[in-house]
T-cell receptor
Framework: DTGVSQDPRHKITKRGQNVTFRCDPI?????LYWYRQTLGQGPEFLTY????????KSRLLSDRFSAERPKGSFSTLEIQRTEQGDSAMYLC???????????FGSGTRLTVV | GENVEQHPSTLSVQEGDSAVIKCTYS??????FPWYKQELGKRPQLIID?????GEKKDQRIAVTLNKTAKHFSLHITETQPEDSAVYFC??????????FGTGTSLTVIP
């Protein structure tokens, strides 16, 4: 296990299309987080899971966003009807205990044209 | 929720000098404070952290100090090197261990 993996690394999509990203956390980490980062800003919290339970969602997470972690391992983040404002880096992170630091993945850079 | 403010937004230092980045937080219940380094186009990486039961922690050239009364914590980098150039983020958690990040400090170390 070499860390948190995210796929794809880059995604270009047309406005209105749906996109799905995948995150594979460090295997022994039971907490998984999704963040969004735009240029020049710090990561913004979107949602997090403890095992398969989604425990909190940010107000940033509109109805077009949905996240799952069906078996408590990998997670997916889907954005429906993408808008240009969705263009950002989507970062996944995992951790073992709280409070504790995250290990971030390399992110998926989404560009909506 | 937690509110984290970070200063300065940009910082330039000569190689070998020290750099200090400061953050304040709002939630007095926060008890863990990490610092992340993000190089251009790469993921944020945890470089040091501090828990609320200590006031200072050092790791080679990097140190973090915490003042719980004033609700601020700082990152100190001594003997800076060009490879220290990056964006640094502080963060503070809410009760669910989801972090609120500062807006970042772009550090440039001039050779």
């Amino acid at each position: 296990d070499t860390g948190v993996s995210q796929d794809p690394r880059h995604k270009i999509t047309k406005r209105g299309q749906n996109v799905t990203f995948r995150c594979d956390p460090i295997s022994e980490h039971n907490r998984l987080y999704w963040y969004r980062q735009t240029l020049g800003q710090g990561p913004e919290f979107l949602t997090y899971f403890q095992n398969e339970a989604q425990l909190e969602k940010s107000r940033l997470l509109s109805d077009r966003f949905s996240a799952e972690r069906p078996k408590g391992s990998f997670s997916t983040l889907e954005i429906q009807r993408t808008e240009q404002g969705d263009s950002a880096m989507y970062l996944c992170a995992s951790s073992l205990v709280a409070p504790g630091g995250y290990t971030f993945g390399s992110g998926t850079r989404l560009t909506v044209v | 929720g937690e509110n984290v403010e970070q200063h300065p937004s940009t910082l330039s230092v000569q190689e070998g000098d020290s750099a200090v980045i400061k953050c304040t937080y709002s939630d007095s219940a926060s008890n863990y404070f990490p610092w992340y380094k993000q190089e251009l186009g790469k993921r944020p990486q945890l470089i040091i952290d501090i828990r609320s039961n200590v006031g200072e922690k050092k790791d080679q050239r990097i140190a973090v100090t915490l003042n719980k009364t004033a609700k601020h914590f700082s990152l100190h980098i001594t003997e800076t090197q060009p490879e220290d150039s990056a964006v640094y983020f502080c963060a503070a958690p809410n009760t669910g261990n989801q972090f609120y990040f500062g807006t970042g400090t772009s550090l440039t170390v001039i050779p």
